[in-house]
Nanobody, 118 residues
């Protein structure tokens, strides 16, 4: 059974930092593109950052220069380092594993809340 478990969310003041982690199990992690998405109530889930099998990264314009995505294939972990957080970064953050290129499916974690507020 595929599981993606996020952790590291919480309440932080504007300008602060958080590091999200996602632990994957039951999946061939090294062949999956991994990503972080976020969603606020009433809105669609939106891409924050992705990291490919080869380590290539892609970021939403709104987070470029502030957020960094990374992965550890040996530990089956993906991380999102978030710096200089803004109130508009407040959302539920979801971990994604996309293995469709190699015959797997697209998987989601349960989400972790990030709130940026003074």
């Amino acid at each position: 059974q595929v599981q993606l478990v996020e952790s590291g969310g919480g309440l932080v003041q504007p300008g602060g930092s958080l590091r999200l982690s996602c632990a994957a199990s039951g999946i061939s992690f090294s062949i999956c593109a991994m990503g972080w998405y976020r969603q606020v109530p009433g809105n669609q889930r939106k891409l924050v950052a992705t990291i490919g099998v080869g380590g290539n990264t892609n970021y939403a314009a709104s987070v470029k220069g502030r957020f960094t995505i990374s992965r550890d294939n040996a530990k089956k972990m993906v991380y999102l380092q978030m710096n200089s957080l803004k109130p508009e970064d407040t959302a539920v953050y979801y971990c994604n594993a996309d293995g469709r290129r190699y015959g797997w499916s697209n998987y989601w974690g349960q989400g972790t809340q990030v709130t940026v507020s003074a």
